[in-house]
């Protein structure tokens, strides 16, 4: 018996696949289209164990679909622009694109070793001109339709990385990638009129029938629609007025202090004129970048000499604070605060001993209570003049209504959504094409002049963008006067690029960013799969695009993507020995299912299970799996762990009962003598051959629904229980060979999108002359589905008393003489029933 050998089988495969070009792509108008494509890499130099997960999920699906009949689209490219690529060039010497390239060789070596169904005929890479040149137009045609524009606005500073980072991209005060203390700073840049959208991508949300309900939430608060009151408030002391948004302006009678960002301007107009208001705020932690991080910041304001008037009552004056828990990004950067009814405005006005005056009171509530913490529910307005004995909802619609006739303020919709900053000071990525000329101004590049393309010969030696320091490269004559004029060195967010990527690969050979016909055929993507990390950077960001791009008729899809699919996080367990060292599964050996240290050989304890990561240094290297067990083996337990959105923990136990299970069915296909005897479907004739039967076509219908649900560990259970059905059936005759010959031809067809080199082969071993790859996925034959028993409840007198099992279509007599039998309704029938209605196969009612 030849032993299976996954080195040798898996190049087999691949080879036979590339050779005849199996997974090519082609528009087909006589099948229906599915497109499936996975969140493409940042090209790092080796694949992770994510990679591994994220590639055989769309794998599983692109191969299941195309075996339904679909023409499946499914294509691979990279991410390849951004700052990683940057920090190697300063460190290894080399230059970014060099670096980046031999990141791309590498990887797709081994994804390849996983045999990926990929259509690589469409590989595209985001650093190549060919890419960018037309996201270049993209945006010269935003910027011709008002939807890209430049400005001077605070933004987030990253010192460590010296460019300026989104607010999506700042966690908990410091840099997604340093990890450093991030600053405010003042600065020119480039910004995406997302806003526009705002109420178009919040409303679309709810058609996203197949997105994930976490991710939607995610969209919706990050998008952030109230419906709340611009309020004025005069400045006392001087001729300036401080708006406010708020979505309660029924609590206004309760504001006993005004809170302004640093970044205010009217904040920004005391520090320049109060030096020590300036040394104060120096002192202060200012590091929060969202709402959620606010919570955690230990609330400090600086009292400044001004007060505001009160719109209501003319003769208060409310103290002004600059604080650092307001946002210049959130609605008007400044707010009034009213501590009986916010937790966080009663602990900053307890800190400095301001005023607490209630407004709301309980629905039920008699009198006024003392508040330990603040009220935050529906109640009864009190203490508020003209606004006393209404419901919140009434107070708020009234207020609103006196603010508008007083001048004082206006009805208001707010979105937390803030346009997009794509400018970023650093040379590996897409170069704005736009030039400034000290006499026109802001020039667009020619579209005959694109792609304007990175100098190649920069150095690195200098902090900072090293495209500002190139002195060539940047001066430039301007296309309009021919004047001298100077290039915008700033190069656009990475995000710029992954938010088309999935349109460019309908048609990525084509002059312009995609084509009509291809585009219509192919998009939106059917079923997309990544990272929930990515719930608001990149899905937001593609949402946008896709909606800029359809207003200005280049695209005629309104979203990108049908269905989503977010995957866990791929984790390990880890160990703790005699010193309270955290240990790896690299650093223990296991024995009798004890665990020891490989140093010392001291038993261990298990700890926690932790994600897998780079900076922890606690990676598994996928090439060790697929060197050892095989591509399939990794593809099996991967799939077989647990659902797709949930984190899965790797186990080497777990791989090696996955590489026992494959060797196992080797083993059990290569004892029979298949080939010879033909697996057409024969009926059964005994009722060993009708439970085989019966198994298998249970088993095709529990694994079909397992795929379209993406429940692909239940799909595998599924499998195993039928190998164990297939195996104990024990074989007399050729008759007995043709029926295990064809309930493991399903097997290996049910098999197939998640251990495809495997299962070609075992397809191969059995006799079979065609490719896997083109066979089309077991049909259900519904007969053998049917249960051959049925339960049917007993009433008496129309209560339900008890049920009895049968066999389908007993006649009503046997029925009649089971239900009076047994031994809950005999109690019942003292007397001789009325009468027995018998409804064959549903119910029998007994009437005394």
């Keep these: 018996m030849k032993k299976y050998n996954p080195d040798v089988v898996e190049k087999k495969w691949q080879e036979i696949w590339n050779k005849h070009n199996t997974f090519a792509s082609k528009i087909d108008y006589n099948k229906p289209k599915y497109y499936v494509l996975e969140m493409f890499p940042y090209p790092s130099g080796d694949i992770h164990m994510g990679h591994v997960r994220n590639y055989t999920l769309g794998d599983l699906v692109a191969r299941y679909k195309r075996a339904q009949g679909y023409n499946v689209l499914h294509p691979m490219g990279w991410d390849a622009f951004g700052l990683p690529a940057e920090n190697a060039a300063i460190e290894n010497k080399i230059h970014p694109n060099l670096w980046t390239k031999s990141n791309i060789s590498k990887m797709k070596s081994q994804l ?148 302004i960002s640093p970044q205010h301007p009217f904040a920004l107009k005391i520090i320049k004129e109060n030096k020590h208001i300036e040394n104060q705020l120096n002192s202060i932690e200012f590091k929060a970048n969202s709402e959620e991080e606010i919570e955690k910041l230990d609330k400090v304001g600086i009292k400044t000499p001004f007060t505001a008037i009160h719109p209501f009552i003319k003769e208060k004056r409310i103290p002004i604070f600059i604080a650092n828990f307001i946002l210049i990004d959130y609605g008007t950067g400044a707010i009034f605060g009213c501590p009986a009814h916010d937790q966080r405005d009663m602990d900053f006005a307890k800190k ?80 704005i094409p736009i030039i400034y000329c000290y006499k026109c101004g802001d020039v667009p590049v020619p579209e005959k002049d694109l792609p304007v393309e990175l100098p190649q010969d920069i150095s690195f030696n200098n902090r900072g963008n090293p495209l500002s320091n190139h002195e060539n490269w940047k001066n430039v004559k301007c296309p309009q006067c021919g004047s001298g004029a100077k290039r915008e060195t700033d190069t656009f967010d990475t995000f710029f690029e992954s938010s088309w990527y999935f349109a460019r690969f309908t048609d990525p050979q084509i002059d312009t960013p995609f084509s009509d016909k291809a585009s219509k055929y192919w998009l939106p993507v059917d079923q997309y799969i990544g990272g929930v990390e990515h719930a608001v950077l ?52 296991q024995k009798n299912d004890l665990f020891y240290e490989v140093t010392s050989n001291k038993r261990v304890k298990t700890g926690r299970v932790e994600k897998m990561s780079k900076s922890k240094k606690n990676v598994i290297d996928p090439n060790i799996i ?38 196992k069915l080797w083993n059990m296909i290569s004892k029979e003598n298949f080939k010879n005897v033909d697996s057409k479907f024969i009926e059964p004739s005994s009722e060993k051959e009708n439970k085989l039967v019966k198994n298998t076509f249970k088993c095709i219908k529990d694994v079909t629904k397992s795929i379209e649900d993406f429940h692909f560990n239940n799909a595998i259970a599924s499998i195993r229980t039928l190998f164990n059905e297939i195996n104990s059936y024990d074989v007399n005759s050729v008759r007995c060979i043709s029926f295990k010959k064809f309930s493991v031809s399903k097997l290996i067809i049910l098999m197939y999108p998640i251990c495809p080199h495997f299962c070609e082969e075992a397809w191969e071993n059995i006799g079979s002359k065609s490719y896997l790859a083109n066979e089309s996925w077991p049909k259900i034959n519904e007969k053998y589905l049917q249960d051959e028993t049925v339960v049917i409840p007993i009433q008496v007198n129309g209560k339900r008393r008890a049920e009895i099992l049968v066999d389908k279509n007993t006649n009503e007599n046997e029925i009649r003489n089971i239900a009076i039998s047994h031994e809950k309704i005999k109690k019942f029938l003292l007397n001789k029933p009325k009468k027995i209605i018998v409804i064959p196969n549903r119910i029998i009612n007994i009437v005394i």
């Design 112 to 259: 390849k070793r996983m045999g990926l169904s990929y259509d690589w005929n469409r590989e595209l890479s985001t650093c190549e001109p060919d890419y960018f040149k037309h996201e270049q137009k993209m945006f010269l045609d935003f910027y011709k339709n008002g939807l890209a524009y430049r400005k001077e606005t605070w933004v987030n500073w990253d010192p460590s990385e010296q460019t300026v980072l989104a607010n999506e991209q700042v966690i908990d005060g410091k840099g997604w990638r340093s990890g450093v203390n991030v600053e405010k700073r003042k600065m020119n840049g480039w910004f995406l009129k997302i806003t526009r959208f705002a109420e178009d991508l919040l409303k679309e949300i709810d058609n996203l029938k197949h997105w994930p309900e976490k991710v939607k939430i995610m969209q919706k608060n990050w998008i952030g629609k109230s419906i709340g009151a611009t309020i004025k408030f005069e400045v006392y002391e001087i001729k300036e007025s401080i708006n406010v948004y708020s979505t309660r302006p029924d609590t206004l009678f309760g504001a006993t202090f005004i809170a």
């Design 352 to 431: 400095y001993s301001l005023e607490i005056i209630q407004v709301v009171k309980k629905l039920n509530s008699k009198k006024n209570e003392i508040l330990d913490k603040a009220y935050s529910d529906d109640g009864i307005l009190i203490n508020s003049s003209f606004l006393n004995n209404l419901s919140v909802k009434e107070a708020i619609d009234l207020s609103v209504k006196k603010l508008e006739e007083r001048g004082h303020g206006k009805k208001t919709i707010n979105y937390k959504l803030r346009d997009w900053g794509v400018s970023r000071q650093r040379y590996w990525g897409c170069p």
């Design 538 to 589: 990149h899905l937001l960001y593609s949402r946008f695009f896709i909606k800029a791009l359809n207003k200005l008729n280049q695209i005629n899809i309104t979203e990108p993507f049908s269905s989503l699919q977010t995957q866990g996080m791929v984790c390990h367990q880890t160990y703790q020995n005699d010193d309270n060292q955290w240990l790896f599964p690299r650093d223990v050996y």
């Design 626 to 663: 697929i060197n050892n067990f095989g591509a399939d083996t990794a593809r099996f337990f991967i799939l077989s762990d647990s659902p797709p959105d949930r984190d899965m923990e790797w186990t080497e136990s777990g791989v090696e009962g996955s590489w026992k299970f494959l060797n």
